[in-house]
C-alpha cells in the first residue's frame, strides 16, 4: 500500500496506519488507502505477550540473521530514514492510545546541533550522521571500512565456474519488488566469451546482463517491448581477455544507460509506455536453466569471477556479493562458490595421450539435475575415445564424446532410449584448438563447438541422467573395450583418442589431468604444451612395406599389405593354412550386436570358390559372410530383412596375397580389395543392427542353411582383424576362450617337415595328385645341385605332371593329352645356392598356369590344352626309379633324381606328412 505526495518536502506530515480485522487503512495527510489482508480467519496479529519492540527510523543489524521474521526483508537494505519524526503513539483494540517511551536509540539525536557539519571525520566519502553525542561514519556503500571508513574493504570476489550461481527469491519474502529506476553495478574477469552475467525480472519484465561471442549483451523490457543491445569489445581488446572489466546500467523510467569500463556511455529508450520493473527473482552468474529465462538469449552460465555488485531498485540497496559472502540468508548459493579471492578458472597442465590404448579415471560425473563439462582438444587424427562413463550396469544410462571421421559426436542414453548427435558439422582433426562445452540439465542439455550450439534431448520418458560409474576420458581398459554399448563405435573399433586435452572441466571444478596421471601411473601420456611436433614418416620407420600415417605427435603404420603387424610392422604375422576341410571358429561369450565393424584379412588361394569367413547368430538370420567366388570376393550381409551382395576384386585365385576389407557402418557397407577402388553398398530393410554369435573362418561347422557359399577355402589366411580384435595372433596364444582351431598354424618362413635326400638315387612316393579345374603345388628347396627331377605324375594316354631343376631353373612340364607344354623360371641367379626358395605352381583357372620362384612369377596360357588331368599310379618326389628315368617324356632333360632338401610340400592345400606317408626308397 502506498499514499501521500511529496513527502520529501521539508514539511511536517501526518502518518495513521489502522487495523480492523482483516482491514488496513493507511492515512497521510488527506490521503486515505483501504486495502483487505489475506484470507486467513486468524486476524490476531502475534501475541502481546511475545510481541517484539517498535522500531523507529530503521531496523538494527541484528536483523540480518532473521530475515525470514520480516514481513518484507528487503527493507533491512532499504536507506534508513533520514529527517525528523514527532508524536509516535499506539494503541491496541479500544484502549488509550500510548506515547512510546524510547528504550534504546543510535544515532539519533534531539537538539538542532550538527556535528557533521562542524567536523566531518568521515573519509572516503563515507556518509556521516550526527547524534547528540558524536558523529558516525556510514560505511556501507563504500569501499572502505572502520569506525572513520578509513580502511580500504576486501572485496568480495566471487568465482563461479559455470555451475554455481547466487540467487534472491522475491515472491518466498514477501513478493516482489515494482520499482521505477534501477541500477546495476558490477566488475567481472573471464576467459569464456558466454555466460549469463545477472538477470532480475519476472515474467515479462526483466534485466539481463550477458556475454555472448564475446560481447557484452544488455536486454530491458518492462512488459510492452524488449530493448537489446549488444556491445563489441574496442579494436584489440576482448571483454573475455581474463582481465577485470567493469559494467554499470542504470535505467530511470524508460530511460536506460550503460557504461562500460568507465568508458563507453550508451543510451537508450524500452519500447512502450510502461514504467515500472516488477522482479521476483534476481540471478547473479547464472541460473538453473539460462536458456529457459524469458528475454534470455545464452545457453551457459558465467564461468570467471565477480565482483563489487551493487544492485539497487529505487531505494532497496542490495550488495550482492557482500551478502553471500556473509551468509546472509536472503541471498541463496547454488554450488561450491569460493569468496573473497578470485581464484582464476585455470585448468592445470595440458596433457597428451600419446597411444590410443592409454586412458585416464576421474570421480563419477553428478549430472542427475545439472551439469556440465567443458574441454578444449587438439589432434590431426579421425577416431578417439574422448570420454565415457555409464549408470550402474553396461545397459543403464551412459554418456560418451567421441571422434569418429573426424567429426565430434555426443551419445546418451537416460535409461529409455540411445540418442547420437553429431556435434560438430565440420571436421575437427585440424590441428587447431577446439572448445567443447556442455550444459545438461536433466533430460535435455546443449553441446556447443567452437561457440555453435546443438541441442540435444533424451528419449523416453526417463527425466534424469543417473551415471553411478567413474568416468573414463581418452579410452578404456582393453577388458573393457567389448562391455561397452554397441552404439559407441570408436569402442568397439578399439579407438582411444590421441591427441591434447586443456582446460577440463566437470561441474565447472577444474580437473588437473596431468595430475591424475601421475598419481594413477598412467604410461602413454605426457603432459606440457599442446604442440604438433615434426612429421615422422620422411624418416620410414614402418618396417616391411607398412605404409607410414602421420598421427598426433606420432606415426601409425598400416600392416595390412604386408605379412606382419605391430607397431611398425615388425612381427611376423602367423599363417593359418586351410585344406578345404579345416577351419576356425570362434564363439563370443554372449550375442554380440554391433551397429558397425571394421574388418580386414589377408588370403591366398589358387581355387575360386571358398569360404573366407561368415558370422551366425543363435537369435536371428542376421549374418555376414565373405567368400571367393569365381576369383572374386564376395559380401554377403543380411540384416534380417534379406541379403545384400556385393563383389569385389578379379582373379584372387592366382596364389598372391590379396588384402580384404569389410566397413560397415549402420547400413552402409563398404567392400575393398587391395587398391582397388571400394564397392559401397546399403543392407536391405530397415534395421541396422547384426546379430552375432559365432565367427567361423574357412569352413563352416555351424548349421546354417543360408550359407552361400558351402565350399571350404583352400588357401591360406593371415591377420584376421574383427574391429578391435586381432583373431588369429590371439588364437595363437591362447588368449581366446570357445575356440576351435583346426587349420595348420605357422609362421611365414617356418621350414616343415625338411627333408634331406642324400643322393640323386633316392626318391619316394605318395598317393597320385587330384588335379581340378584350379589347382596349386608349393614346396621349399635347398640344393647345391644344378639338375634333378623334383616331382614326377604319370597317367593314361599319355598325360603327367613334372618339375625339375635344370642348370639352376625351374621347370614345369605337363601334357593333359594333346601336347606337352613347359614353362620355366627366369631368374638371373641359379637356384642351387644352398639357400632356401619358394617354389609354386598354380593353375588359377582353365589353360592359364603360373610358375613362381620366390618373387619372380612367369605366366603362360595353353589354350589348346585339355582342362583334365588323368593321372594315375603314384607320385614320385625327388626321383624315379632308376629304370623308369629311360622312359620319360621327352621334354623332361633329367636323367637322375633331386639331391638336397625340401620342406613345406603343399599339394592342392593338402600338406602331406612325409615321414608318415610316403614310402621310403633308398637313403633320405
Known sequence: MSAGQQMNDNQWHKVVVQRHGKSIVLIVDKFKKIKLAGTTADIDFGDVETNGFVYVGGLPGSFRGRLTSLALPSILFEPRFKGSIRNVMYRNCSRPKVRGEMIDFVGVRTNDLDLCMTHNPCLNRGVCTSTDTQAICDCTKIEFQGKYCEKERNPSEVTFR????????????????????????????????????????????????????????????????VFDKTIPPDKGVTFHDNTWHHISVTRITRQVEITIDNLDVIHGTTVGRFQMLS??????????????????????????????????????????????????????????????????????????????KSFLIIPKWDARNTGT??????????????????????????????LLDGYLYLILDLGSGVIKVKASMRMLCD????????????????????????????????????LQGMMYVGGLKVGDMNKVPRQLWTAIFGYGYVGCLDNFAINGIPQDLAQLAKDQSIEGVDSGQCKKQPDHCPHKPCLNRGV??????????????????????????????????????????????????????????????????????????????????????????????????????QSLNDGKWHTLRIERRLKNVVLKVDN??????????????????????????????????????????????????????????????????????????????????????????LPKLKLHTTFSISFRLRTTEADGLILFNRGSKGDFIAIEISRGQIHLLLDTGDGARELKSLITAPLNDNVWHSVSVIRPKLHEYSLKVDNNQVMANFDRSRSKFDLDGRLYVAGVPTEMYSSLPNLLSSKHGYQGCLANIDLNGKQPNLAKEFKVRKKI
Request: hydrophobic share 35%.
Open 162 to 225: 559455470g555451475t554455481e550461481y547466487l540467487s534472491y527469491n522475491l515472491l518466498s519474502q514477501g513478493g516482489p519488488i515494482v520499482s521505477s529506476k534501477e541500477s546495476i553495478d558490477l566488475h567481472f574477469k573471464t576467459k569464456f566469451p558466454d555466460g549469463l552475467i545477472f538477470y532480475s525480472g519476472d515474467a515479462g519484465d526483466y534485466i539481463i546482463m550477458s556475454l555472448k561471442k564475446g560481447n557484452i549483451l544488455i536486454s530491458v523490457s518492462l512488459g510492452s517491448g
Open 279 to 356: 522482479s521476483s527473482i534476481l540471478y547473479l552468474g547464472g541460473s538453473p536453466d539460462p536458456k529457459h529465462l524469458q528475454g534470455s538469449t545464452v545457453d551457459a552460465n558465467f564461468t570467471g569471477c565477480i565482483k563489487k555488485v551493487i544492485f539497487m531498485a529505487d531505494h532497496l540497496y542490495l550488495p550482492i556479493t557482500d551478502l553471500a559472502r556473509d551468509n546472509s540468508s536472503l541471498i541463496k548459493r547454488q554450488g561450491n562458490l569460493t569468496f573473497n579471492k578470485c581464484q582464476e578458472v585455470v585448468f592445470a597442465t595440458p596433457l597428451t595421450f600419446t597411444t590410443s
Open 373 to 402: 563439462i567443458m574441454f578444449s582438444f587438439q589432434t590431426i587424427e579421425k577416431y578417439g575415445l574422448l570420454m565415457y562413463t555409464n549408470g550402474a550396469d553396461a545397459t543403464s544410462d551412459f554418456f560418451a564424446l567421441e
Open 431 to 466: 590441428g587447431k584448438d577446439h572448445k567443447v562445452e556442455l550444459y545438461h540439465r536433466k533430460r535435455s542439455g546443449t553441446i556447443s563447438v567452437d561457440g555453435k550450439h546443438m541441442r540435444y534431448k533424451g528419449k523416453g520418458r526417463a527425466q534424469h541422467l543417473d
Open 548 to 649: 607410414c600415417s602421420e598421427g598426433w605427435n606420432r606415426f601409425t603404420c598400416d600392416c595390412s599389405f604386408t605379412s606382419y603387424f605391430g607397431p611398425i610392422c615388425n612381427q611376423e604375422a602367423i599363417t593359418l593354412t586351410f585344406d578345404g576341410e579345416q577351419h576356425m571358429k570362434f564363439t563370443m561369450p554372449e550375442e554380440s550386436q554391433t551397429e558397425a565393424e571394421d574388418i580386414s584379412m589377408r588370403v591366398k588361394t589358387t581355387h575360386q570358390y571358398g569360404l573366407v569367413f561368415a558370422t551366425s547368430s543363435l537369435k536371428s538370420l542376421d549374418r555376414m559372410e565373405l567368400s571367393i567366388d569365381n576369383g572374386q570376393a564376395r559380401l554377403d550381409l543380411n540384416l534380417g530383412s534379406g541379403a545384400k551382395t556385393l563383389f569385389a576384386g
Open 676 to 765: 582397388l577402388n571400394p564397392v559401397t553398398g546399403k543392407a536391405k530393410g530397415q534395421m541396422a543392427i547384426l546379430d552375432f554369435k559365432v565367427i567361423e573362418a574357412g569352413q563352416l561347422q555351424t548349421d546354417d542353411s543360408g550359407l552361400k557359399i558351402k565350399q571350404g577355402f583352400i588357401g591360406q589366411m593371415q591377420n584376421f582383424y574383427f574391429n578391435n580384435m586381432h583373431l588369429f595372433e590371439m588364437a595363437n596364444k591362447n588368449q581366446l576362450k570357445n575356440l576351435e582351431v583346426t587349420a595348420t598354424i605357422r609362421k611365414k618362413d617356418t621350414i616343415i617337415e625338411p627333408m634331406t635326400f642324400k643322393t640323386k638315387l633316392a626318391y619316394a612316393t
